[in-house]
Structures are given as structure tokens and as C-alpha cells.
DNA sequence: AAGGAATATTCCTGTCAATGAATATAAAAA
DNA sequence: TTTTTATATTCATTGACAGGAATATTCCTT
């Protein structure tokens, strides 16, 4: 219970840490689209586009419809907004304590003194 | 010149994308600290401490100031900001299409009609 | 039903990156 | 100056994962 949260979920990061995955997601950005016509415009082999397109769909990244023979994949709104908010608690964060840094070499300093080996 | 811009910088995202990584960013929330601090609140043996920071370093994540015996390790804001534009400028599109899936659909079928093989 | 198109899956292989252990470097303390 | 503390670096090992090739599956077309 003593939340140790990460807060943000790391399969949406390493899934997005890859660059053809990086360049299905941006390619994306146009819209909806299958799984051979990402494979073309990107140059690579259907198989290798779907196991991309899996590893995106299981983190949540996308989300699929089957039409038929085909397979339709498109942009989730959710891992964004998580990704958004967990940024912005960095940004909150580093606002306030901008520059702390000389608070904490003070702090360095009495803990030196605190346990002081000289014999005084 | 024909920008191709992937806009999101990858070492962001990989070196994130590694737990003990991550537990580092998080634990600096708390602000600055040395390796030693940083190697023992979360487990680590100091190499290791060292390198995932020099991995956080070298993608600007996070910046070094030495005093004397130690490195004190702090987060940059400029990495976060860069994930906030790059997220946000997804967020805009997905809203603007949220669900363009049917008319991709007609275009499908369009496409279909076009190339049709059949003898008319 | 047979053939073909679109997609997914399996298996193998090579590569990269994280880990552990040992050691090097630098500064502080004695 | 020797010893100790704090941190970085090197080297070898290992495990995860991406790519390639082949194949399975599903649906459409004829």
C-alpha cells in the first residue's frame, strides 16, 4: 500500500523505444490504415509489420478492426494521455524545486559535520 | 530535406525505457542526489548506479554536478518538454480524426472499385 | 472447391544491452 | 604519504529481442 507508484507504464515506452515501431505510430498520425499498406510505405516485410504492429497493439498503443481480409490498425487515445499526465507531474516538480541543488549540498555538508570523525 | 522528422528523440525514450531507469527518474523527483544516495534507496550496486546514470546523462535527462568526491545527479527539464510537445502534437490529431475509421473504410472499398478486375 | 490475397505465427540466428566482478581514478582523511 | 571514500570503467557472460525465412490461417474470388 505504501505506493510505490511508477506511475507510468513501461511497455508503452519500450514500445515506443524502437524506431520502426516509432515510424508506424508517426505514419499513423494520417490515419487509420492496414497492415500492408504500413508495411509498403515503411519498406518492410509483412511479417516483420505485424509483429511491430502486435507488440504496439498489447502495450495499447493501437487498436485494431478486422475488416474482412484485412486488418485495420489505428492510434489509442489512452497511453497518450498517460504518457501526458506523467509528464507533466515531472514539469509540476521541477518548477518548484527548480534548483535545489544548493539546498542540498548544505544538507551534504551538516550530515559531514553530524557524523564528525575529527575528535573536536 | 524532405522532413521526415521523427520529432521524438529516441535515447529519450530507451533510456527510459529500462526499470532501474525509470526508478532513478522518479527517485530524483525527489531531487538532486549523489550516486551513493541514489545506489543505496533503490538496491543497486554502485557500477551499475553509474552507468544507468550515464546512460540518463548522455541522453539529457539528467545533468552532473561534481563537488569533490561526488557526482550529484539532478533531472533536466528539456527532455520533458520535447515528450510534452511530441505528445501533445499526437493528442491534436486524434482529435481531429478521432474516428475517420469509416471513411477509411469507404476509401477501401473505393480503391477496391478502381482496380476492379473484374470485366465491367 | 481451388487459387490467391492479406495477415499472423513459428523457428532460427545474430546482436545488443544489462549484469556481475574486478579494477581504475580521484579526492578526502588520517 | 598511506589509507579510505566515492565514483567510473573495463571485461566477460548472459538474456531479450529484432530480423529473416518459411508456413499457417482466414477470407475473398473465380
Redesign the pocket.
Known amino acids: 500500500m505504501s505506493g510505490k507508484n511508477p506511475g507510468m507504464d513501461m511497455t508503452t515506452l519500450?514500445?515506443l523505444?524502437?524506431?520502426?515501431?516509432m515510424n508506424i505510430v508517426e505514419l499513423l498520425r494520417d490515419g487509420p490504415m492496414?497492415?500492408?499498406?504500413?508495411?509498403n510505405r515503411l519498406g518492410?516485410?509483412?511479417?516483420?509489420?505485424?509483429?511491430?504492429?502486435?507488440?504496439l497493439?498489447d502495450s495499447g498503443i493501437l487498436e485494431?478492426k478486422?475488416e474482412?481480409?484485412?486488418?485495420?490498425?489505428k492510434l489509442r487515445a489512452e497511453p497518450f494521455q498517460a504518457l501526458d499526465s506523467w509528464v507533466k507531474s515531472f514539469q509540476r516538480v521541477m518548477e518548484d524545486r527548480f534548483d535545489n541543488l544548493e539546498d542540498y549540498l548544505r544538507e551534504l555538508q551538516n550530515k559531514?559535520k553530524s557524523q564528525?570523525?575529527?575528535n573536536g
Not at 492496414?34 to 508495411?39: F, K, L, P, R, S
Open positions: 519500450s514500445a523505444a524502437e524506431p520502426n515501431r492496414t497492415v500492408g499498406e504500413i508495411a518492410l516485410r509483412q511479417p516483420q509489420a505485424s509483429k511491430h504492429l502486435k507488440v497493439s485494431v478486422a474482412a481480409n484485412r486488418r485495420i490498425y559531514e564528525d570523525h575529527s
